[in-house]
T-cell receptor, first 114, second 115 residues
Framework: AQKITQTQPGMFVQEKEAVTLDCTYD???????LFWYKQPSSGEMIFLIY??????QNATEGRYSLNFQKARKSANLVISASQLGDSAMYFC???????????FGAGTTVTVRA | NAGVTQTPKFQVLKTGQSMTLQCAQD?????MYWYRQDPGMGLRLIYY???????DKGEVPNGYNVSRLNKREFSLRLESAAPSQTSVYFC??????????????FGDGTRLSIL
């Protein structure tokens, strides 16, 4: 079974600064997709960004970007210009081709300080 | 635009009671999922339904049953609740029509406590 590792249980970041959330994954598949979700304190899961294993460029979506290093099997999320509303738990997840499920990491809690 | 709707939002049960969690989506998605979220463990898949009429076990199916009632609705049943099933339950849906990049869309979750 594939494994997703998020080594940072919690992080603090100053407002307007950038923060990088680490995610490494373990799969022998060549074709897979990587997702990041945000879970604010209200509890809902919000899709942020997607990176395909064959994508040549790193994904970007507004203030979110993904630092994808396929050889190292890492897909780190970068949040630029942090805002107070970015305080949340962030989950990295992976889906393999021909599978339906997402496999999730344990999550990283980000707290943005004013 | 409701997306994925879960009911109830909160529930407290006694050990041994049964309960059905309801989920409905209005996005015309083919696939639906049930996850549970426990502290420090992320989300784990309980059951999924790739398409109407099919259901399959996920990582942690023991103690649960599911029904894909139609394309919109996917319910999760606890036949005899146990304290170990205290968790937050999420329903999700997705379309598989265009491959890996389609994200799963989640409901707001059901917080279930079993005493």
């Amino acid at each position: 079974a594939q494994k997703i590792t998020q080594t940072q249980p919690g992080m603090f970041v100053q407002e307007k600064e950038a923060v990088t959330l680490d995610c490494t994954y373990d799969t022998s598949d060549q074709s897979y997709g990587l997702f990041w979700y945000k879970q604010p304190s209200s509890g809902e899961m919000i899709f942020l960004i997607y990176q395909g294993s064959y994508d040549e460029q790193n994904a970007t979506e507004g203030r979110y970007s993904l630092n994808f290093q396929k050889a190292r099997k890492s897909a780190n999320l970068v949040i630029s210009a942090s805002q107070l509303g970015d305080s949340a738990m962030y989950f990295c997840a992976m889906r393999r081709m021909r599978e339906y499920k997402l496999s999730f990491g344990a999550g990283t809690t980000v707290t943005v300080r004013a | 635009n409701a997306g994925v709707t879960q009911t109830p939002k909160f529930q407290v049960l006694k050990t041994g009671q049964s309960m059905t969690l309801q989920c409905a989506q209005d996005m015309n998605h083919n696939s639906m999922y049930w996850y549970r979220q426990d502290p420090g463990m992320g989300l784990r898949l309980i059951y999924y339904s790739a398409s109407e009429g099919t259901t399959d076990k996920g990582e942690v199916p023991n103690g649960y049953n599911v029904s894909r009632l139609n394309k919109r609705e996917f319910s999760l049943r606890l036949e005899s609740a146990a304290p170990s099933q205290t968790s937050v339950y999420f329903c999700a849906s997705s379309t598989q029509d265009r491959g890996l990049e389609q994200p799963q869309h989640f409901g707001d979750g059901t917080r279930l406590s079993i005493l």
